[in-house]
């Protein structure tokens, strides 16, 4: 069975300070897929990256920036200067590829960030 | 560009009441699902349906039933509400089915909080 954990229930910073959001995920798997997800007070979530297993290499986009070590098993999420409007939940998710299956994304229990002005 | 649509919003019920969420997509998605969202457990998938004409079971189904109307909408039914049924609801769709479907990238609508009392 797989399984994410996110520890991290709330974090809450000062604008303009890095932040970094732990990700730990259990899979027999050796084909995966990992996902990030926002989820703003409005309550939409909105995807923010896909990794796959095989691809460790780490990503930045602008402000946020990915981790992927499965040596450890996590994928962690840094956002470098954080703004007020990063201000959200965040979901980290895992999917095994199975061949016809559309059922197994498992979403962790989230992190609550809170940017301070 | 609408997305994914969810209505009702805000629904408040009765114990015993029933009530259907419907949910409709318009970017031509192969995938519709069905997810729970409760405080400190992420989301759970109440049902999904991999393609038009079939739905199956995800990890919560019991006290509800779906339909897969057309591809473009898929509805979930309470036939009768209990306490433990309060929760967001967020109906998401994605475009692939088979193959590898685990990297499928979910859209989702905007929730549906639900309170039954």
């Known amino acids: 069975a797989q399984k994410v954990t996110q520890a991290q229930t709330e974090i809450s910073v000062v604008e303009k300070e890095d932040v970094t959001l732990d990700c730990v995920y259990e899979?027999?798997?050796?084909?995966?897929?990992l996902f990030w997800y926002k989820q703003p007070p409005s309550g939409e979530l909105v995807f923010l990256i896909r990794?796959?297993?095989?691809?460790?290499q780490n990503e930045i986009s602008g402000r946020y920036s990915w981790n992927f070590q499965k040596s450890t098993s996590s994928f962690n999420f840094t956002i470098t200067a954080s703004q007020v409007v990063d201000s959200a939940v965040y979901f980290c998710?895992?999917?095994?590829?199975?061949?016809?299956?559309?059922?197994?994304?498992?979403f962790g229990s989230g992190t609550q960030l809170t940017v301070l002005p | 560009n609408a997305g994914v649509t969810q209505t009702p919003k805000f629904q408040v019920l009765k114990t015993g009441q029933s009530m259907t969420l419907q949910c409709a997509q318009d970017?031509?998605?192969?995938?519709m699902y069905w997810y729970r969202q409760d405080p400190g457990m992420g989301l759970r998938l109440i049902y999904y349906?991999?393609?038009?004409?079939?739905?199956d079971k995800g990890e919560v189904p019991n006290g509800y039933n779906v339909s897969r109307l057309n591809k473009r909408e898929f509805s979930l039914r309470l036939e009768s509400a209990a306490p433990s049924q309060t929760s967001v609801y967020f109906c998401?769709?994605?475009?692939?089915?088979?193959?590898?479907?685990?990297?499928?990238?979910?859209?989702f609508g905007a929730g549906s909080r639900l309170t039954v009392l």
């Open positions: 899979t027999r798997d050796t084909t995966y897929y």
């Open positions: 990794r796959n297993s095989f691809d460790e």
């Open positions: 970017m031509n998605h192969n995938s």
């Open positions: 998710a895992l999917s095994e590829a199975r061949f016809g299956s559309a059922r197994q994304l498992t």
């Open positions: 998401a769709s994605s475009e692939r089915t088979g193959g590898s479907s685990g990297a499928n990238v979910l859209t």
């Open positions: 349906s991999a393609s038009e004409g079939t739905t």
